[in-house]
T-cell receptor
Framework: GIQVEQSPPDLILQEGANSTLRCNFS?????LQWFHQNPWGQLINLFY???GTKQNGRLSATTVATERYSLLYISSSQTTDSGVYFC??????????FGKGTKLSVKP | DAGVTQSPTHLIKTRGQQVTLRCSPK?????VSWYQQALGQGPQFIFQ???????QRGNFPDRFSGHQFPNYSSELNVNALLLGDSALYLC????????????FGPGTRLTVT
């Protein structure tokens, strides 16, 4: 099956810093989503981005499908950005396959 | 526009018991998927329902079963609970086309003692 690897596993930032999270996947996919999981467990949709580049405020994402990776950029980080960021890819049958996540801690 | 809802929020059960979790999809969505998330891990796919039938299943034993109703809501049933079934159970909904964006509910946290 498709393998999803996220890096780094942990990231500690000072408020105001920028960061890049990476997601590598092992096969072609027809869906790629980035999520932020808050401390209560809710998965919040950040981007649906099987290819191309999107921006939403301080967050942006790029997926290069031909090279099987995606990047999530967080600029001017805030303490509320803390949590776990998941990349998930979809196979041909419609299920999502998640990476192990990147745990982000933003210090004031 | 109501998002995906799940009930109950928390549940405590004893080994060997059975449990039923419920999910209502986002308005306009007809496909429901269930995921299990153990502590410190990413969610793992259990199964997906479309048109009241199980369309795809992940690597979970038959103790895990489900149902989808005509209004697209869904139930997840787990029989003969094991301690290892303790986890956050997440429901996601999407439109029928495979590859479309999935939206998740707040989850049900199950503790088996």
């Amino acid at each position: 099956g498709i393998q999803v690897e996220q890096s780094p596993p942990d990231l500690i930032l000072q408020e105001g810093a920028n960061s890049t999270l990476r997601c590598n996947f092992s096969d072609s996919v027809n869906n790629l989503q980035w999520f932020h999981q808050n401390p209560w467990g809710q998965l919040i949709n950040l981007f649906y981005i099987p290819s191309g580049t999107k921006q939403n405020g301080r967050l942006s994402a790029t997926t290069v499908a031909t090279e099987r990776y995606s990047l999530l950029y967080i600029s001017s980080s805030q303490t509320t950005d803390s949590g776990v960021y998941f990349c998930a890819v979809g196979g041909s049958q419609g299920n999502l396959i998640f990476g192990k996540g990147t745990k982000l801690s933003v210090k004031p | 526009d109501a998002g995906v809802t799940q009930s109950p929020t928390h549940l405590i059960k004893t080994r060997g018991q059975q449990v039923t979790l419920r999910c209502s999809p986002k308005s306009g969505h007809d496909t429901v998927s269930w995921y299990q998330q153990a502590l410190g891990q990413g969610p793992q796919f259990i199964f997906q329902y479309y048109e009241e039938e199980e369309r795809q299943r992940g690597n979970f034993p038959d103790r895990f079963s489900g149902h989808q109703f005509p209004n697209y809501s869904s139930e997840l049933n787990v029989n003969a609970l094991l301690l290892g079934d303790s986890a956050l159970y997440l429901c996601a909904s999407s439109p029928q086309d495979r590859g479309r964006e999935q939206y998740f509910g707040p989850g049900t946290r199950l503790t088996v003692t």
